[in-house]
């Protein structure tokens, strides 16, 4: 059965830093390509961040390059989000995705930035 399960979302003020993961298990890992992605209140979901399959190439939306760091681990099924000088503007629900043939998705976690 495949699982993507995110964790580490929650609150922050502006400025601040949040870490996600994303447990993948159920399916071959180490040759997914892995994204993140996010969905605002009353907005499409949109691209954040993804990483190949051995981790070598990432690729970022404008929006938070230079702010979040996409990471795996492939000896743990893991990928990773670290987001730092958080803006209100990048509160949503946070997914992983699993892409290759048939595309996984995890079933997102909160991620709310405010004062």
């Known amino acids: 059965q495949v699982q993507l399960v995110e964790s580490g979302g929650g609150w922050v003020q502006p400025g601040g830093s949040l870490s996600l993961s994303c447990a993948a298990s159920?399916?071959?890992?180490?040759?997914?390509?892995m994204s993140w992605y996010r969905q605002a209140p009353g907005k499409e979901r949109e691209f954040v961040a993804t990483?190949?399959?051995?981790?070598?190439?990432?690729r970022y939306a404008d929006s938070v390059k230079g702010r979040f760091t996409i990471s795996r681990v492939n000896a743990k099924n893991t990928v990773n989000l670290q987001m730092n000088s958080l803006k209100p503007e990048d509160t949503a629900v946070y997914y992983c995705?699993?892409?290759?043939?048939?595309?996984?998705w995890g079933q997102g976690t909160q991620v709310t930035v405010s004062s």
């Open positions: 990483i190949s399959s051995s981790g070598d190439m990432t």
């Open positions: 159920g399916f071959t890992f180490s040759s997914y390509t």
């Open positions: 995705k699993a892409i290759r043939i048939t595309d996984y």
